[in-house]
């Protein structure tokens, strides 16, 4: 129960640091507030592999934030995303393999957007855990991500 409690609460502050970058974060935006503060983290119209984002249809919008957590050494798992997802890599290194495609590295403050529709593993390649912040802009009652059926071979 303690461990769903912290999970909850530091996604309460991710979904919250997210809302204020969004609120801050504009183009050529006038300072709000000289103490606050704001970096740009990621401005883009295409995943990484450089396809347009499209924002899907079809039902009522959902966002979806979640703490994502990988030990040394293990992997996400071949899948890929039905809809736009951005990370930002809190700590850690990831290479992502991208099946039939290039295997693209991210570090400690990299943000990206995700790949969609295209299969691909993230694997943690630094000594200490992964962990980062994935958000999926989606449509409720509708999975933001699916599994592979066989996985491809990690180059």
Not at 38 to 60: E, F, I, M, N, R
Not at 112 to 127: D, K, M, P, Q, Y
Request: hydrophobic content about 40%.
């Amino acid at each position: 129960m303690r461990t769903y409690s912290l999970a909850r609460s530091l996604l309460v502050v991710s979904l919250s640091a997210a809302f204020a970058f969004c609120v801050f974060a504009r183009d050529n935006a006038a300072e709000y507030n000289q103490a606050v503060r704001s970096t740009p983290l990621l401005k883009t119209t295409t995943d990484v592999a450089g396809t347009p984002l499209v924002y899907p249809t079809g039902g009522a919008a959902e966002v979806s934030g979640v703490l994502v957590e990988l030990p040394a050494g293990a992997e996400t798992g071949w899948h890929k995303h039905t809809v736009p997802c951005f990370a930002y890599i809190l700590s850690g290194e990831i290479a992502v393999a991208q099946k039939d495609g290039p295997t693209r590295t991210f570090r400690t403050g990299d943000a990206f957007a995700e790949l969609v529709g295209i299969e691909h593993n993230g694997r943690t390649v630094s000594t200490e855990p992964v962990r980062l912040v994935f958000f999926a802009a989606g449509v409720k009652d509708q999975p933001f991500t699916e599994k592979s059926a066989a996985a491809p071979k990690q180059p």
